[in-house]
Structure formats: structure tokens, C-alpha cells
């Protein structure tokens, strides 16, 4: 079993940037992937960024060029968000695959873009 735990969210002006992070916690080894999701009221959780234990990454088109996976390579998934906008304003959900097809979800981290 895989534990996860977000921080780094908050209130931000349009244009400014913020860090999340992830930490891992419990079967670590397992671990094949980890992502950044998001859900705005209203609207269905999409991925926003995934990173594999090969360190291959991959961007919704929305975010590309703004926002920047990166892992630790021990157990910490960041989530480096440049240039917000205010269409990124949602919670953000950290997620983890493991090599056994399990699949667990942190709790959710508000993050506020104000325009």
C-alpha cells in the first residue's frame, strides 16, 4: 500500500508561480508512475502531469511549457507551476501507480489563481 500526502497549495495572482509537492510513503519500491491530477468544481479530475520511475514525463497540452514534473528519485513528486492562469485554479490530487496495477490518491491541495 502506497500512502500519499500533497502540500504546496494556495492563493496566487495570476501570472505568479507555486510548487507542490508529494510524498510518498509505504511500498515506495512498487511505485511505476506518479502524477499531478486536478478537479475544478464542475468539472471531471484530468491529468495534468506524469513522471515514471524512468524519470519519462508527460504534460497535458494545457500546462505544457508552464508546468514541470520532477521526482526526487527517493519519494517526492513536485509539481513546478510557472505563469498560472486562472483556468488552473482547482484541487490537485497526487496519484501513484504501482507495478502490481494498484493505485492510490493523496488527499487534494486547493490552488487558488486570482486574476
Known amino acids: 500500500q502506497v500512502q500519499l500526502v500533497e502540500s504546496g497549495g494556495g492563493l496566487v495572482q495570476a501570472g505568479g508561480s507555486l510548487r507542490l509537492a508529494c510524498a510518498a510513503s509505504?511500498?515506495?519500491?512498487?511505485?511505476?508512475?506518479m502524477g499531478w491530477y486536478r478537479q475544478a468544481p464542475g468539472k471531471q479530475r484530468e491529468l495534468v502531469a506524469a513522471i515514471t520511475s524512468g524519470g519519462s514525463t508527460n504534460y497535458a497540452d494545457s500546462v505544457k511549457g508552464r508546468f514541470t514534473i520532477s521526482s526526487d528519485k527517493i519519494n517526492t513528486v513536485y509539481l513546478q507551476m510557472n505563469t498560472l492562469k486562472s483556468e488552473d485554479t482547482a484541487v490537485y490530487y497526487c496519484?501513484?501507480?504501482?507495478?502490481?496495477?494498484?493505485?492510490?490518491w493523496g488527499q487534494g491541495t486547493q490552488v487558488t489563481v486570482s486574476s
Open positions: 509505504g511500498s515506495i519500491s512498487t511505485i511505476s508512475a
Open positions: 496519484n501513484a501507480n504501482t507495478r502490481w496495477g494498484k493505485e492510490s
